[in-house]
């Protein structure tokens, strides 16, 4: 019941294509659903984090949808750009006892120029 | 603002040997909470600290341990390392417990033993 469960594993887009990862999710008490990007050899950064009183959020070229109601949340990358190309994360938090995070597996993207 | 640095960026151990990570937060950051990423199994937490108190444990056995100072700087600890363990370890700092707070993540330590 703690798990994220992400799709796909891997996603290939050409350039100036929309990049689309999903992520679904089943307890009910996680609050917070942020995506990190992460480049080869760096650690995962921050990219743009959304609540389930919200049902969309933008932040230039990122989006993320959310659905509380079918518990899904996922990345929308407008104009993908060769420089996107890194492994992506959705992560869930939650607190029991203290707060904890989730993370999906990772989806690896590559876009071609 | 300086982020998260964590020393030594990489490291070289043998089976049965013991490594100590270090890791600083975000200066004004006080919790602190460790991962281990591997191609396999992707991100697994293995322990928060709070104000020098670990508030959480993940699944990983008592080989595993950390501890936090007074300045918030932590360090992690494997003892009798195994090759499973090579694997770069994160660390990401926020400013109250993780959850609903931003966590930030460090560059990580990438351990490989051999």
């Known amino acids: 019941q703690q798990q994220v469960k992400q799709s796909p594993q891997s996603l290939i887009v050409q350039k100036g294509g929309i990049s689309i990862i999903n992520c679904a999710y089943e307890n009910t008490a996680f609050d917070y659903f942020p995506w990190y990007q992460q480049f080869p050899g760096k650690g995962p950064a921050l990219l743009i984090a959304i609540r389930p009183d919200v049902s969309e959020k933008k932040e230039g070229r990122f989006t993320i949808s959310f659905n509380k109601s079918a518990k899904q949340f996922s990345l929308h990358i407008m104009d993908s750009q060769p420089g996107d190309s890194a492994t992506y994360f959705c992560a869930a938090s939650f607190l029991s006892g203290t707060y904890k995070y989730i993370f999906g597996t990772g989806t690896r993207l590559k876009v071609l120029a | 603002k300086a982020g998260v640095t964590q020393t030594p960026r990489y490291l070289i151990k043998t089976r049965g040997q013991q490594v100590t990570l270090s890791c600083s937060p975000i200066?004004?950051?006080?919790?602190v909470s460790w991962y281990q990423q591997t191609p396999g199994q992707g991100l697994q937490f293995l322990f928060e600290?709070?104000?020098?108190?670990?508030?959480n444990k993940g699944n990983f056995p008592g080989r595993f341990s950390g501890r936090q100072f007074s300045n918030s700087r932590s360090e992690m600890n494997v003892s009798t390392l195994e090759l499973g363990d090579s694997a770069l370890y994160l660390c990401?700092?926020?400013?109250?417990?993780?959850?609903?707070?931003?966590?930030?993540f460090g560059p990580g330590t990438r351990l490989t033993v051999l």
């Open positions: 600290y709070f104000s020098e108190t670990q508030r």
């Open positions: 200066s004004g950051h006080r919790s």
């Open positions: 990401a700092s926020s400013l109250l417990t993780s959850g609903g707070n931003e966590q930030f």
